[in-house]
T-cell receptor
Framework: GAVVSQHPSRVICKSGTSVKIECRSL??????MFWYRQFPKQSLMLMAT?????????EQGVEKDKFLINHASLTLSTLTVTSAHPEDSSFYIC???????????FGPGTRLTVT | AQSVTQLGSHVSVSEGALVLLRCNYS??????LFWYVQYPNQGLQLLLK??????LVKGINGFEAEFKKSETSFHLTKPSAHMSDAAEYFC?????????????FGTGTRLQVTL
């Protein structure tokens, strides 16, 4: 149980275009999902907390108009990188909150390359 | 803000040798502590966690960690390394911000296992 999927696993897009990444909890409902960004050989940096049916909470320094988060259902959260630029190239990982304290189940990640 | 420190960004051990990955946390209140493993181009997998109770926590794949309040440490150990243990390891601490239960990650330690 507690499986989280992400789609796509890899995406290449051209500078200036937008790309959407999906995060799904496959066998449980997740009222809260988290979006992280990971640069090569670095740790995970929390970008935002996504709550079903309400606006996402963004971490300091993360542009909410550039990284649009929608948590429309209890099993799906999406991250849209708008007007992507090469510096947005990164590994994006989502997680879904579990029942235990601070418990999170992580997706496999999406590697975004902006050319 | 909480911080998690992982000493040694890179640790190399021989197959069969003891694995010791260090983690220190900053919280002054009883912490929730986690160790995750990340294989290349994949998400994070939970190895073990400390919430309350026994300070020696056993996890998957033969790993264990000991919570030491006096040292604010939660070091990860495995008696005998296997080639398949080569991966990136992240220590994390639960952070209660009032509106969300977030994880603060250390910078990670890359474990290399040699023959």
């Amino acid at each position: 149980g507690a499986v989280v999927s992400q789609h796509p696993s890899r995406v290449i897009c051209k500078s200036g275009t937008s790309v959407k990444i999906e995060c799904r909890s496959l066998d449980f409902q997740a009222t809260t999902m988290f979006w992280y960004r990971q640069f090569p050989k670095q740790s995970l940096m929390l970008m935002a907390t996504s709550n079903e049916g309400s606006k996402a909470t963004y971490e300091q320094g993360v542009e909410k108009d550039k990284f649009l988060i929608n948590h429309a259902s209890l099993t799906l959260s999406t991250l849209t990188v708008t007007s992507a630029h090469p510096e947005d190239s990164s590994f994006y990982i989502c997680s879904a909150r579990g029942a235990g304290p601070y418990e999170q189940y992580f997706g496999p990640g999406t590697r975004l390359t902006v050319t | 803000a909480q911080s998690v420190t992982q000493l040694g960004s890179h640790v190399s051990v021989s197959e069969g040798a003891l694995v010791l990955l260090r983690c220190n946390y900053s919280s002054s209140v009883p912490p929730y502590l986690f160790w995750y493993v990340q294989y290349p181009n994949q998400g994070l997998q939970l190895l073990l966690k400390y919430t309350t109770g026994a300070t020696l926590v056993k996890g998957i794949n033969g790993f264990e960690a000991e919570f030491k309040k006096s040292e604010t440490s939660f070091h990860l150990t495995k008696p005998s390394a296997h080639m398949s243990d080569a991966a990136e390891y992240f220590c994390a601490e639960g952070e209660n911000t009032g509106t969300a239960s977030k994880l603060t990650f250390g910078t990670g330690t890359r474990l290399q296992v040699t023959l």
